[in-house]
């Protein structure tokens, strides 16, 4: 796809999205985010700050927030894709009834998880609905968002059905603080991004528990190993799982003290419910739904 890229719009005003528009109005480019509530994204914009899910890191004026979808799809030349999993089929329904065409534009999934309905990848549900011909890739790796909104260095990987494209993200997204990588194994990047959240859960129950080094250890290596034959039964390749998408990003979600995810496992750890653990939540921890899913 030789068309140049200048406007993009960030599709999911969380933590991740909101940092990914920052970033990318950084790199000098019209970015636009949307949200799907607009009386929030009316906070945003009068004081410039996420607060709820990006709190102390402001939003540079320069991004357009908007709450009409079809203006924000209609504008883009990449659409980077950054609501939940499980708001992704509905979303995703929501910019087919836009009618805008988008053959033109490029999409890009940054979403980490399985629908629990079709149980599709986030890319295959973008495919299913928006139609198979569509330039889609997916961006993972080992990404806490506040870190890199902070601009602390940070890598991650991206991967498309060819190399060209993904080099022209890659050229997109870099930046001396964010490196990416590239790839053509769009499974095993999304599998990756979806497997080590379940991971996380357990790492964070055996944090609850009190157990030591040796357990959480033993949990990250047999959880890669098992992540790594579903990823090539799935049709992934297994040289990916080793990498940014694979251990990577099990690595930080599983000892991070910011991970969603290995947070909840720790609370289960600990004896909470979890209804009531997730009630308590601003963000989405993936890992919950992805267990029902892979289940």
Not at 193 to 214: E, M
Request: aromatic share 6%; proline share 3%.
């Amino acid at each position: 796809m030789a068309k140049e890229i200048k406007n993009i719009s960030v599709i999911g005003d969380g933590g991740w999205g909101t940092t990914l528009a920052i970033h990318l109005s950084k790199n000098n480019y019209n970015v636009t985010l949307w949200g799907p509530f607009p009386q929030y994204l009316q906070q945003i914009r009068k004081n410039n700050y996420n607060r709820k899910f990006l709190p102390g890191i402001r939003i540079p004026q320069e991004i357009k927030i908007v709450d009409n979808l079809k203006t924000a799809i209609d504008s883009a030349d990449l659409i980077v894709f950054a609501m939940p999993s499980k708001y992704t089929l509905s979303t995703v329904k929501k910019i087919k009834s836009t009618k805008v065409n988008l053959s033109d534009k490029m999409i890009l999934s940054v979403t980490k998880g399985i629908d629990t309905k079709k149980l599709l990848r986030i890319s295959e549900i973008i495919h299913s609905e928006l139609g198979k011909d569509l330039s889609v890739s997916v961006l993972s790796g080992p990404t806490i968002a506040m870190e890199i909104a902070k601009e602390l260095p940070s890598t991650a990987v991206i991967a498309s059905k060819d190399l060209k494209t993904a080099k022209k993200l890659q050229n997109i997204f870099n930046s001396p603080n964010f490196r990416i990588y590239s790839s053509t194994d769009i499974i095993g990047v999304e599998i990756g991004g979806s497997i080590k959240n379940i991971i996380a859960l357990a790492c964070g129950v055996c944090d609850g528990l009190g157990f030591g080094s040796n357990t959480k250890a033993a949990i990250l290596t047999r959880g890669l190993a098992e992540m790594s034959r579903l990823g090539k039964n799935l049709g992934a390749k297994e040289k990916t799982f080793p990498g940014l998408s694979g251990l990577g990003d099990l690595v930080t979600t599983c000892v991070s003290p910011q991970s969603r995810n290995r947070s909840v496992g720790e609370k289960l750890g600990q004896g909470r419910q979890i209804d009531q653990i997730l009630g308590s939540m601003d963000m989405v921890a993936e890992g919950v739904d992805t267990v029902k899913a892979v289940y």
